[in-house]
Nanobody, 114 residues
Framework: QVQLVESGGGLVQPGGSLRLSCAAS????????MGWYRQAPGKQRELVAS???????NYASSVKGRFTISRDNAKSTSYLQMNSLKPEDTAVYYC????????WGQGTQVTVSS
């Protein structure tokens, strides 16, 4: 089993920044990919950003240029740096890891509001 612990969510004003972290622990074999998803009220969960083992990154068009995903392999941790936040970024953010299976974190709330 793999456990994922997310941190870094909160309330921020429009234009502000937050950094989310996702630490993986447990029976980690090799992490093939790490990603961040979000789900706003009444909407489907959507991919925000992902990074695969080769380092190639992928972003949703709505966050390109504002969000940056990174990973620390030694710590089995991924990060999502979110800048220039907008009210429409408000959602519960979930991290995900592919490592012999697909694992999900518990989610962290991000609220962008003045």
């Amino acid at each position: 089993q793999v456990q994922l612990v997310e941190s870094g969510g909160g309330l921020v004003q429009p234009g502000g920044s937050l950094r989310l972290s996702c630490a993986a622990s447990g029976s980690i074999s090799s992490i093939k990919a790490m990603g961040w998803y979000r789900q706003a009220p009444g909407k489907q969960r959507e991919l925000v950003a992902s990074i695969i083992s080769s380092g190639i990154k992928n972003y949703a068009s709505s966050v390109k240029g504002r969000f940056t995903i990174s990973r620390d392999n030694a710590k089995s941790t991924s990060y999502l740096q979110m800048n220039s936040l907008k009210p429409e970024d408000t959602a519960v953010y979930y991290c995900s890891v592919i490592s012999g299976g697909v694992y999900w974190g518990q989610g962290t709330q991000v609220t962008v509001s003045s």
